[in-house]
């Protein structure tokens, strides 16, 4: 972990975004993460995703469950309030949480012990629910805190830093959500900040469900030989399938693309989302082939990575249940409070 | 001699056979005409075919704790139709179906048998077999309004109303009801010297059980999230939320809802769920029973660290386990004091009666965001699902939502020095701040590990200690504003303790212990932490008894615990079958105590002053 305090004083010419913030009002407080970890990398996507998009840093809510990718949120967004709930159960509280305010933006950062082993239930409700958030797990196949036992998502004959191959079959949290029908679902590396940044961005606008898993290697216990979520294994491995480029809703199309070769897919805020093919047989937009491709990818032993599903008419849990816009928490007695008249109509049914 | 508006009426029937709707339309047929009942579902853990009973017990004096034997057994299953024999009083009636001739196992002498040939009644009548079925229940309620001597038209206008509608239902029902009745009135010596009277005993009262009081107490209190897992006896308090709020809280002009209701995957996610809503601004409650509570005490934990306010209404049912899914116990007390590891403690309320369960929702929710905690409402399954007879419910159209200590963006910019966790007013609570209130102050990370007044993490010993011992300063201000408990005369030595619903068979209970010569002071506990009278009333007395119904005296722990009594002075009156304590056991119990250890019943106090230790 860094010693150094954080410089107080900032650069004079940071750019500054439309609400006239820049980079530095959307960080959080010194990671305490080890050097060079990729979860980092993911704190610092998202700080420039959020500074870039012009959200009032309080206009978030952060959650977490445990583990060393729990702690993270602490580490951006130093503004707006963060909860670092148990093991596990970070999906629950983070549908409260949106239940009760829907005019917050909520993001959920997670692991892959904390989603996919301890909290898989959790996990796997919250993505039916189409709880409007974005879900981020920084996936490196370990328990990093309890010093570097296998978590679920660690392939099949995989080794531990001591050599010893993992025994057990791995689970992809992708197709899980992609099965219990996430409305956007993506995998990407914390080392490819290009890749990163527009998914996060994207996801943010998502309406409904959407879900990162982000490659995020551990450097004190997973990124050796023999280990497939090192960096070197990923960024060997890695094949991204649908580039996606958010355009805000002012925003100039700047890229140079060659005619067929990109779709635009309009947000619900007005913003699109540019989407690039990579690979011609892949089709974002259909569920089942997503998939197969990615079973398929993985008998191959290649780590597929991109936006590798998008539902262009998302809904989310309000739609679900019709709730009013105005978020339940502000509202008062006057708007949820009988009073005595109606508790008379009452009364007399129980007589 | 005939007597009037007194008897206990058992129905033994099978589950699943349509009973159900045919009993508790006998028992609303009495509520209308005025006589205070009090009605108990003794039901299996089965969708069908298991042995179900249900008893309604009427008293003009108004006890509506359960009585030991039965008046008149209506016994409609073969099953089990000895031990429906011989539960009834000598003098007694046993309404049976003799079809089939007479059971060789009725051998009862001393018991009145009421035959009627119901299903040969039944069969004559109707041809679908599914209305043979159901109408044989009808059948008997036709019998006993005759036998008993219930208003007819009370019963044929219920059935007009239920069924409204569905009008091809209605003349087959009121067919079935006159069949019962006329055979009643032709064959047999009718009606019987136990009687239904009119009366004017019940007033204004309403009959409703506590699950749908309580929930319609968190819609009274703001609740706008529920979130839940299905387990028997909470289910339908969770379900009444929905139902009530489907139609309470609509918004006028749109349709849409202002609440939501989540079927959690399990208990955890209930809790959680409530927790995320509360900790963003949200009054959000769950309804589980014992095996829910022992799953949701990691998330209590939290809840009670990080101070977010929640409420959890507990109904209770008998555990250990799975224990009896379908009886009532007092079992969580301690469960439910001491959720969660570490040092740990939530308030807890005691509602006796569904008027009470209404109330206590909304004090619940009070108390949850005045103390930034959960609270935990203790009802059970005698109180939760059986209907029983109530004050109507109230609400003051003047009550004010007590939201507890919220900081606005006006008041965060007046603030120099924001610290979630200080103890600005020295009664241990801080002031919280809900997320995306202020551009850039008062935001703070909510965590269970251990932090400073700023909410900043640490491991050091001194915040650590600081904060548990400013929870402990909480815990006192929680101890000044829970429910008192209602304490009766004050004139006695000895003393007796109660709460939830062993409440409910007490005024029987003290007037039979009278009528040999015990009179004791009363105490009705409603609350923990103990408001101080609670421990005055135990020190003001030589001993009290504590009733409950649990094997271990879990109340009376929680009084040496908390409340610093004097294990000596404390009796404990146990009753923990999975039925209801009735009052007779409550007699027993406490004439045994005075016998066996040669005690004086009279135990006034000379002067009309309680003698304090």
């Known amino acids: 972990m860094t010693f150094v305090a954080k410089p107080e004083v900032h650069h004079p010419q940071l750019p500054l975004n439309e609400i006239g913030l820049n980079r530095r009002d959307y960080e959080g407080l010194v990671s305490t993460l080890c050097a060079g970890c990729g979860h980092d990398s993911v704190s610092a996507a998202l700080i420039q995703a959020c500074a870039e998009l012009a959200i009032p840093p309080h206009r978030f809510a952060k959650l977490s469950g445990i583990g060393c990718s729990s702690k993270t949120p602490n580490y951006f967004l130093g503004n707006s309030h963060g909860f670092n709930a148990v093991h596990g159960r970070m999906p629950s509280v983070a549908t409260g949480a949106n239940l009760a305010n829907r005019s917050l933006y909520c993001i959920g950062v997670s692991g892959d012990g904390d989603s996919a082993s301890i909290g898989i239930g959790q996990f796997a409700h919250i993505v039916r629910r189409r709880i409007n958030m974005l879900y981020i797990v920084d996936n490196n196949g370990t328990y990093g805190l309890t010093k570097g036992q296998f978590s679920a998502t660690n392939d099949k004959g995989s080794t531990s830093k001591r050599g010893v191959p993992n025994l057990y079959e791995p689970i992809d949290l992708v197709s899980m959500a992609l099965d219990i029908g996430a409305g956007f679902v993506a995998r990407s590396f914390s080392g490819d900040k290009g890749q990163l940044v527009p998914l996060i961005k994207a996801g943010l606008m998502h309406r409904g469900f959407s879900f990162i898993d982000v490659i995020s290697p551990c450097v004190a216990f997973n990124n050796h030989n023999g280990s497939t979520k090192s960096y070197e294994f990923t960024r060997s491995h890695a094949a991204s399938v649908v580039a996606a480029d958010f355009v805000s809703p002012h925003e100039e199309i700047t890229a140079d693309y060659g005619p067929g070769e990109r779709e635009v897919v309009e ?46 008419d998302g809904t989310d849990c309000h739609e679900i249940l019709d709730t009013v816009d105005t978020p339940l928490s502000v509202l008062g007695e006057v708007e949820l409070c009988p009073g005595q008249a109606a508790l008379d109509g009452i009364n007399a049914g129980f007589r | 001699m005939t007597t009037y508006n007194d008897f206990v009426i058992r129905f033994a029937n099978v589950n699943g056979s349509g009973s159900a709707s045919a009993n ?135 059935v007009s109303t239920q069924y409204r509608g569905k009008d091809e239902l209605i003349g087959p029902n009121i067919r079935a009801l006159e069949i019962g009745r006329d055979y009643a009135r032709d064959y047999l010596e009718c009606p019987l010297p136990i009687q239904a009277r009119r009366s004017d005993a019940i007033g204004d009262r309403i009959m409703i059980d506590g699950n749908e009081a309580g929930a319609l107490g968190a819609i009274y209190a ?10 028997t006896p909470s289910t339908s308090m969770a379900e009444a939320f929905e139902k009530h709020a489907a139609r309470l809280r609509v918004d006028k002009d749109t349709g849409q809802h202002k609440f939501a209701v989540i079927q959690a995957e399990d208990e955890m996610a209930a809790i959680g769920i409530v927790i ?36 959890l209404f507990d109904i209770q ?47 619940a929710f009070d108390l949850a965001d005045r103390l930034q905690t959960p609270i935990i409402v203790l009802s059970d399954l005698e109180l939760g699902m059986n209907e029983n007879l109530s004050d109507p419910l109230t609400w003051d159209d003047e009550r004010r939502y007590d939201r507890g200590k919220v900081l606005s963006r ?54 650590y200690t600081a904060n548990m011992d400013r929870l402990l300063v909480k815990w006192q201000t929680a101890r000044t504003l829970m429910p008192a408990p209602e304490i009766g005369s004050r004139r006695h030595r000895v003393g007796i303790a109660y709460y ?114």
């Not at chain 2, 963003?280 to 306010?309: D, K, Q, V």
């Not at chain 2, 555990?319 to 007092?330: I, L, N």
């Not at chain 2, 006006?410 to 209130?437: C, H, N, Q």
């Not at chain 2, 010569?517 to 009290?544: C, S, W």
């Open chain 2, 276 to 311: 995320g809503a509360a900790w963003n601004g949200a009054r959000a409650f769950t309804a589980t029973s014992g095996p829910g509570l022992s799953l949701m005490s990691e998330f209590l934990g939290l809840a009670y660290f990080a101070e977010i306010p929640a409420v």
């Open chain 2, 410 to 463: 006006e008041d965060l910019d007046s603030i120099e020095d924001f610290g979630r966790y200080m103890d600005v007013d020295g009664d241990g609570i801080g002031y919280r701040t809900l997320p995306g209130t202020h551009p850039t102050k008062g935001a703070f990370f909510t965590r269970g590990t251990s932090r400073d007044a700023y909410a900043r993490y640490t491991e050091a010993a001194e915040p």
């Open chain 1, 267 to 312: 947000m619900p805020d007005g913003s699109r989302l540019h989407l690039r093919k990579l690979e011609e047989d892949y089709d974002p937009h259909d569920r089942a082939g997503a998939l197969t491709y990615l079973q398929q990818a993985a008998l191959d032993g290649e780590v597929v990575t991109g936006l590798l599903y998008v539902d262009s």
């Open chain 2, 24 to 158: 508790g339309m006998f028992a609303k047929a009495l509520f209308r005409m005025g006589v205070p009942i009090s009605t108990h579902n003794i039901f299996p853990s089965n969708i069908e075919g298991l042995p179900t009973w249900f008893e309604v017990r009427a008293s003009g004096r108004g006890y509506h704790g359960r009585r030991q034997g039965v008046d008149l057994m209506v016994a409609m299953n073969a099953e089990t139709f000895d031990e429906d024999v011989a539960v009834v009083v000598p003098g007694g009636y046993l309404l049976h179906d003799n079809s089939g001739g007479l059971d060789p196992r009725l051998n009862r002498p001393d018991v009145n048998h009421i035959g009627v040939p119901i299903a040969k009644l039944v069969v004559s009548e109707y041809t679908d077999p599914r209305q043979r079925k159901l109408f044989k229940n009808i059948v008997y309620v036709g019998a006993l309004a005759a036998l008993l001597n219930i208003d007819f038209d009370v019963i044929t206008g219920m």
């Open chain 2, 500 to 613: 939830g619903t062993t409440a409910v068979p007490m005024a029987e209970a003290l007037h039979y212990l009278a009528q040999d010569g015990v009179r004791l002071d009363t105490m009705r506990i409603r609350a923990f932490p103990f408001p101080d009278a609670v421990a005055d009333f135990i020190d003001a007395h030589d001993f009290v008894f504590v009733v409950e119904q649990n094997r271990d005296g879990q109340m009376r722990t929680l009084l040496v615990n908390e409340a610093g009594a004097d294990p000596a002075k404390l009796v404990s009156v146990l009753s923990y079958g999975g039925l209801s304590i009735t009052a007779d056991t409550i007699r027993e119990r406490i004439l045994k105590h005075f016998d066996e250890n040669n005690l004086a019943r009279l135990t006034e106090v000379s002067g009309g002053q309680a003698r304090r230790t």
């Open chain 2, 317 to 363: 049912r008998v555990g250990p386990s799975t224990g009896m899914p379908t009886r009532t116990q007092q079992g969580d007390v301690l469960a439910a004091a001491y959720a969660s590891h570490g040092d740990t403690r939530h308030p807890l309320l005691f509602p006796s009666t569904p008027g009470e369960s209404f109330e206590f929702a909304a004090t």
């Open chain 2, 222 to 231: 703001g609740a706008t999230i529920c979130a839940w897992y299905p387990i």
